[in-house]
């Protein structure tokens, strides 16, 4: 039981559920408005949609995988959706249509990375240029609104008081969290992050699951796509944007790191609830909203800056200098 | 004039939970190669980096000359005419040779931008010091070969003008001639310039090719000294393990049988990789697999385990074909590879030490549901732990703590652990302490002894010889013999496999 308390004290997701609830704690002192249902919805609402794509982007990179294009293809799938619908394509379709192109994307950055071998950073990069640019041509730069009530009913009715987006995110993040913590399909990216050569001879088909990964990111981008476009009624061609950014920086402060082979999603998550959460008491607090960035990238630091001081005493080793000192030659 | 140009006196460094080193004495002698040796944590690296003053001794004195010294960093124990090179090279490879040499330090001109004509200059005159002027100093580092870039890790150092020069495991990178090459060097810098150094290395057939004298440590204790004329390997074995080791390679019981053809591959190439390597295994059967590095064996090896293409050519099982096209079908076929370079191919350092036990085998444990069972993996992991002697706190221990002999250990471990019908080991014991390195050659027995046929790729000649019931060698991608074990000796296996190949020069870039 002890060993059991000491290890998950010593987990990631532990040291940011630490920080939420002191926060939790300490905004419900300070502001009346702060714990009650409206706000808290409100809040949880606001992340909802950068909740589900940090699911994938999870996996994403533990495999030691990274995708900027994700707010991109959000926008991409969202003005698609919409054109469909209001050509007057029956719902299901249209969502179907959707998301495919969002699995169709993803297929497309892991093919250029797994079998091309190109730069995840710049593949994805290309990505949010080619997606963004692909939405404005498609839409003409303007916003698509007038869609039918059925599509509507997907990110706007409320059960027992909650919003479909909020549920819809907490159960992927829930089903997420426990299919890549313990199931055998997705451990192996695990060992992909850790040491993808030991991964390829230890007989897992590293190409296949990486494409696999990146399939999955642009396939939960679309699914946010789609639930944002019914949740406004209205497909946006600024979707999205800035939206991969804040997606890493959750993903990062909840434990993943650019390298692979650590992170889950629980501890992602937790890392968007302290930025929402963050944000939130900002406003409650009258802070001018100028901060808000500021704050997340001090977060983020922060995060990593403890993590680093953890594993070095951990470790307790010293690291060799790259050069030798020596004096300089004076001349 | 001192006696030793280098002493060092009770020193003494603890790491939280370690003594490291427990009131060492070093001494060197001006002008001799020093050989220090010890098993992985006897605390030669510890002493070296006291040395180099880049970490501070709790205790103990430092004399140069006869004169205590103290060294702050780095740049003082430079000063001193103390400089190392590290084991991992430390080198620019977009960088030139000249640049790298003197790294931090490079000649400027009066409007403080590089004077490359000094540069070159400076960097040619230390070249010729190893015959090796035919380079020209604006070489790209990643266009030399490994012993030369050796030695340009070797001229950085040298740029301080040291007195003494320690070399940390210089040769686990180079192949047989570079290590001449590299030997042939220190023997020059020694009769030339008077330079003394304090050779630290596993392999102890280097200790007597090339030191004159050698200090061996255990648990960070120093244990002994001696002139190597005075002592032969069985003495130093002895001293740095702490008991005497009879079986170094292991026993084949009289009851080891060899039985059937278990593995065949028929005619098998690949480009000029290696061309129609026709070889058998049989059941219980360790077959050696040896030649030069380059000779296409670690290249046979992979190939058979699908990690890389066959052009041409079966492999057979129990006689009938054997289809593997990619590793993930070696393995569902029971057969395995222990890739050769465990730390970049064959581990997850990061990971826990049950984590790489069942890196391999995952099915094995989630049971019939898609979930990966703790308990089960907790309790192989234990049972690893337990058979295999992994020295650790707890199979939740990340590998990167451990000692290379444990590391491989654990492999040796996820490879058991899928129930090899054949089994390919590929430098088994590479960078393995010697206690160790009898353990998995124990344990490589066992495993035969139970009908696995394994084959064991080496360029460790006495491992060969010790362990294969029959030894097939390899030269330039073509099998050139086949010798059973018993008959097998030194001279028979190199004659094959160098065959009439020469001696390369230095400089063949």
Excluded at chain 1, 293 to 312: H, M, N, Q, Y
Excluded at chain 2, 421 to 426: A, C, G, P
Aim: hydrophobic share 45%; aromatic share 8%.
């Amino acid at each position: 039981m002890k060993e059991w308390i000491a290890r998950v004290a010593r987990q990631r997701e532990f040291m940011i559920f630490v920080i939420v609830a002191v926060v939790t704690v300490a905004m419900t002192f300070s502001s009346p408005h702060f714990l009650t249902t409206g706000n808290i919805l409100a809040l949880l609402l606001g992340l909802s949609i950068e909740a589900i794509v940090v699911v994938a982007m999870t996996n994403l990179m533990v495999s030691g995988g990274f995708d900027m294009s994700v707010g991109s293809v959000l926008a991409f799938t969202s003005a698609t959706t919409a054109t469909f619908l209001r050509m007057g394509m029956p719902v299901v379709f249209a969502v179907l249509i959707g998301l495919s192109f969002g699995a169709i994307i993803g297929l497309i950055n892991g093919f250029f990375v797994a079998k091309v071998g190109l730069n995840p950073f710049v593949t994805t990069l290309s990505g949010l240029s080619l997606y963004r640019g692909l939405t404005l041509i498609i839409t003409g730069g303007q916003n698509l609104a007038g869609l039918p009530r059925s599509f509507r009913a997907i990110g706007q009715p409320r059960f027992f008081g909650v919003q479909t987006p909020i549920i819809i995110a907490l159960v992927l993040i829930i089903l997420g969290d426990l299919l890549l913590r313990n199931s055998r399909f997705f451990r192996q990216f695990y060992y992909i992050g850790g040491n993808e050569k030991a991964a390829r001879l230890s007989g897992i088909r590293v190409d296949r699951l990486k494409m696999l990964s990146y399939v999955l990111t642009g396939f939960f981008a679309a699914v946010a796509g789609v639930v944002m476009t019914s949740r406004l009624g209205a497909a946006s061609v600024t979707a999205g944007t800035g939206m991969e950014l804040r997606v890493i920086t959750a993903v990062i402060i909840g434990g993943a790191s650019l390298q692979g082979g650590e992170g889950s999603v629980l501890g992602s998550f937790l890392g968007i609830l302290l930025m929402g959460l963050i944000l939130n008491a900002l406003n409650l607090l009258g802070v001018s909203v100028y901060w808000q960035t500021f704050v997340v990238g001090a977060t983020l630091l922060t995060a990593v800056v403890i993590d680093r001081l953890g594993k070095l005493k951990n470790e307790g080793q010293l690291v060799l200098p790259r050069f030798r000192f020596a004096r300089k030659t004076t001349e | 004039m001192a006696d030793y140009i280098l002493e060092a006196r009770g020193m003494v460094k603890t790491f939280p939970g370690v003594r490291a080193l427990d009131e060492v004495d070093l001494q060197l002698k001006t002008g001799e190669v020093h050989a220090l040796v010890g098993e992985n944590g006897a605390g030669k690296s510890t002493l070296m980096l006291t040395l180099g003053a880049i970490h501070k001794p709790d205790s103990g004195t430092i004399l140069i000359d006869g004169r205590p010294v103290s060294l702050a960093s780095p740049h003082d124990a430079n000063a001193q005419g103390i400089s190392i090179v590290f084991q991992e090279l430390s080198l620019v490879p977009s960088l030139s040779i000249a640049e790298n040499v003197f790294a931090n330090r490079q000649p400027i001109n009066r409007f403080g931008m590089l004077d490359r004509k000094k540069l070159h200059r400076d960097t040619s005159d230390m070249l010729k010091l190893f015959e090796l002027d035919c380079l020209d100093p604006s070489t790209l580092v990643k266009d030399l070969s490994i012993s030369n870039q050796q030695v340009v890790e070797i001229l950085k150092a040298m740029s301080v003008n040291p007195k003494v020069l320690i070399l940390d495991e210089p040769t686990s990178s180079l192949t047989e001639t570079e290590v001449e090459q590299l030997f042939v060097n220190i023997k020059r810098l020694k009769q030339q310039r008077g330079i003394s150094f304090i050779y630290i290395s596993h392999h102890l057939a280097e200790v007597f090719r090339i030191a004159d004298s050698v200090t061996v440590l255990r648990d960070g204790k120093k244990v002994c000294d001696a002139e190597v004329k005075d002592i032969d390997e069985d003495f130093l074995i002895t001293n740095m393990v702490g008991r005497k080791i009879d079986n170094m390679y292991g026993v084949r019981a009289p009851t080891d049988a060899i039985g059937d053809v278990l593995f065949e591959a028929r005619n098998i190439s690949r480009g000029d990789d290696f061309k129609n390597v026709s070889f058998s295994v049989h059941r219980g059967e360790i077959v050696g697999l040896s030649g030069l590095v380059g000779a296409g064996r670690t290249e046979v090896g992979r190939a058979i385990f699908g990690a890389e293409p066959i052009e041409s050519g079966e492999l057979y099982m129990d006689g009938k074909p054997l289809s593997i096209r990619k590793p993930q079908d070696a393995i569902a076929r029971r057969v395995g590879y222990l890739s050769e370079d465990r730390k970049s191919q064959g581990l997850f350092l990061n990971f826990s030490i049950k984590a790489n036990l069942i890196a391999n085998h995952l099915s094995d444990f989630t049971g019939n549901t898609p979930f990966i069972q703790e308990s089960k993996v907790n309790e192989f992991s234990r049972a690893c732990v337990k058979d295999y002697r992994i020295v650790s706190r707890s199979v939740d221990q990340e590998l990167k703590f451990l000692s290379g002999g444990n590391q491989q250990k654990v492999l040796v471990g996820a490879w058991f652990g899928i129930n090899p019908r054949l089994l390919i080991v590929d430098e088994p014991t590479r960078g393995v302490d010697v206690g160790a390195k009898s353990e998995i050659y124990a344990l490589l027995r066992n495993l035969a002894r139970q009908g696995v046929g394994i084959i064991m790729i080496s360029s460790d000649l006495m491992e060969i010889l010790g362990v294969s019931d029959r030894i097939v060698v390899m030269q330039s991608g073509r099998i050139v013999g086949q010798i059973d074990g018993k008959d097998a000796t030194e001279e028979k296996v190199i004659a094959m496999a160098a065959g009439s190949l020469s001696a390369d020069g230095g400089c063949e870039e």
